[in-house]
């Protein structure tokens, strides 16, 4: 029997307490059987447990009104579905809010986290509400806000670094914190983080690998493209990491860095084929970009590439390969092409501003 994580279980669970909510008993009923053979499959996760028997308690409470044949009209069941223990409406929005993060939907993640967050105070677990703070900051991080994602990032911090239990928060949190230190450019500060926290995730096979990713992504950033390669191919060789969604992008970059610097020799193929398997929009559009300016000179490809990456509201990659190309054809003398990415790259740029306005 395959494992199934908590978010993918979470985001049934939400569907289930949705139904409570609006008094649909019938397919309450309906996925009751459904939910508990997906919660028997779920990785181990004492807050989804906890959410699900909460859920479950509520369905007891509505199914016994209608089978007791009480006369149940629309107040009565705003009292046992709606207004219900904060605890539980927070749990629904929280849940909901990762569902949203799984599918990438990073925007209303953070409009669904937010609702959550006007209800944290009734969250008596402080592990808890530090959980939520790192889970909402890499969501603000994910749409470049890093404003906002730095600010949560440090709230959660205060509370893992003050107790042992919880190393691997802690960890994330850094990484967290040294990516946004890296794409503000503020080096030294990144290459201290990730010193500390390299250190820390050695025992943590996983974890550790992430770290090489990272510097891996930190050293493209400062243009040490050897090193950067070194880091990817090593990330790739701890077994968790490589079979994680995760070393399709390490893949990415290695067969990027190699046309970067001329030492591509093939697999550009079996990457893309890769992406598409995995229906990553993002690979396959980046595999576009790449065929299209190192391998076949084709702009329409590149552009092609660069819409597809828009599409998803991927601005910062935009902005970052928009630089790239416009570098490309500016050593090739082609100055007026270089212009016209170089505008681009400024235009999203822009539109990675916009995104984040109604964020707060």
């Not at 996760?45 to 089978?67: G, T, V, W």
């Not at 705003?78 to 939907?105: K, W």
């Not at 084929?273 to 995995?278: R, V």
């Amino acid at each position: 029997m395959s494992v199934l994580s908590a978010e993918l279980v979470g985001e049934s669970l939400v569907q289930w307490h949705s139904c409570m909510i609006s008094g649909d008993l019938q397919s309450a009923k309906e996925l009751k059987s459904d939910v508990e053979a997906l919660v028997k499959q779920m990785e181990p996760d004492d807050k989804m447990l906890a959410y699900y028997q909460l859920i479950d308690f509520r369905f007891q409470l509505l199914r016994n009104r209608y089978e007791q044949g009480a006369s149940v009209d629309e107040d009565s069941l705003y009292d046992v579905c709606v207004e219900i223990d904060d605890y539980l409406r927070f749990m629904y929005y929280y849940v909901s809010g990762q569902a949203e993060f799984m599918h990438g939907r990073y925007k209303s993640a953070i409009r669904t986290y937010k609702i959550a967050e006007r209800l944290i105070e009734k969250v008596n677990d402080s592990a808890e509400k530090a959980e939520f703070y790192q889970k909402l900051g890499i969501s603000y991080y994910r749409i470049d806000q890093y404003t906002f994602a730095f600010s949560y990032m440090e709230q959660a911090l205060e509370f893992f670094e003050k107790h042992d239990t919880y190393r691997l928060n802690e960890i994330t949190c850094k990484q967290v914190l040294a990516a946004i230190n890296t794409e503000l450019r503020r080096y030294d500060e990144a290459e201290r983080l990730y010193d500390e926290i390299l250190k820390a995730s050695i025992p943590f096979p996983y974890t550790y690998a992430l770290n090489l990713y990272n510097m891996g992504a930190n050293r493209i950033m400062l243009t040490r493209f050897d090193e950067a390669i070194r880091y990817f191919k090593e990330a790739l060789t701890y077994e968790a990491f490589a079979t994680s969604p995760l070393a399709l992008k390490a893949e990415y970059y290695l067969t990027h860095l190699y046309m970067r610097t001329g030492q591509y020799k093939g697999g550009l193929e079996e990457l893309e084929a890769k992406a598409i398997q995995h229906q990553s929009k993002e690979i396959v559009a980046k595999c576009f970009i790449c065929r299209g300016l190192y391998l076949t000179d084709d702009i329409l490809l590149i552009q092609q590439g660069l819409r597809k990456l828009e599409s998803e509201e991927n601005y910062f990659d935009c902005q970052e390969l928009g630089e790239e190309i416009a570098n490309y054809f500016k050593q090739q003398n082609k100055f007026e092409t270089a212009l016209l990415f170089s505008e681009y790259a400024l235009e999203m740029s822009r539109k990675r501003i916009i995104l984040g306005v109604d964020q707060t």
